[in-house]
T-cell receptor, first 118, second 112 residues
Framework: GAVVSQHPSRVICKSGTSVKIECRSL??????MFWYRQFPKQSLMLMAT?????????EQGVEKDKFLINHASLTLSTLTVTSAHPEDSSFYIC??????????????FGSGTRLTVV | GQNIDQPTEMTATEGAIVQINCTYQ??????LFWYQQHAGEAPTFLSY????GLEEKGRFSSFLSRSKGYSYLLLKELQMKDSASYLC?????????????FGTGTKLQVIP
């Protein structure tokens, strides 16, 4: 089946620094990837939809200048948390849609990145 | 926007059957997913419904009624390892682009 690789799995950074998270589709091309954030004991909240070769579409309330998304190729999307603050500490997960007619059967998720800002 | 509702928590006994309900409101419905998520891990795909009716996959079945904005996930012959959160997610085409939005999730505890 489709595999999405996400790195790093855990990162601790100082307040005010930036952190880049990578999401790669390993065995398929993903024109669209999604970025989610999940706080403890809560569900996944969609942050933005990343489209290859174009600007990301951000959900209401998500600061596009703080959460920079780049989808420069069909297999790689990156999320950069800029000027991170402790309240940005969360579990960030990407997902990619599997190609094909039966694409409804697949939104494969990466393993997630646990970000802790100290 | 979307409004996706699920019960917050459920408890069921090993070997039994449990039904997890999900109701949704959306203007551009294009499919409903169920995912399983163990604590600290990424969600894993369980099922997908886009037409009305029941989809069965082994111990898991999922039902959809588009007119009622309703779905359920049915888990049979419960096992202890089924203790996890179950997330209902709706794909939506409104707004000119496709996106998948998750409900709040149902934390299922299976007890002996």
């Amino acid at each position: 089946g489709a595999v999405v690789s996400q790195h790093p799995s855990r990162v601790i950074c100082k307040s005010g620094t930036s952190v880049k998270i990578e999401c790669r589709s390993l065995d398929f091309q993903a024109t669209t990837m999604f970025w989610y954030r999940q706080f403890p004991k809560q569900s996944l909240m969609l942050m933005a939809t990343s489209n290859e070769g174009s600007k990301a579409t951000y959900e209401q309330g998500v600061e596009k200048d703080k959460f920079l998304i780049n989808h420069a190729s069909l297999t790689l999307s990156t999320l950069t948390v800029t000027s991170a603050h402790p309240e940005d500490s969360s579990f960030y997960i990407c997902s990619a849609r599997e190609p094909g007619e039966l694409a409804g059967y697949g939104y494969t998720f990466g393993s997630g990145t646990r970000l802790t800002v100290v | 926007g979307q409004n996706i509702d699920q019960p917050t928590e459920m408890t069921a006994t090993e070997g039994a059957i449990v039904q997890i309900n999900c109701t949704y409101q959306t203007s551009g419905f294009n499919g409903l997913f169920w995912y399983q998520q163990h604590a600290g891990e990424a969600p894993t795909f369980l099922s997908y419904n886009v037409l009305d009716g029941l989809e069965e996959k082994g111990r898991f079945s999922s039902f959809l009624s588009r007119s009622k904005g309703y779905s359920y996930l049915l888990l049979k012959e419960l096992q202890m390892k089924d203790s996890a959160s179950y997330l209902c997610a709706v794909r939506d085409n409104s707004g000119g682009y496709q996106k998948v939005t998750f409900g709040t999730g149902t934390k299922l505890q299976v007890i002996p």
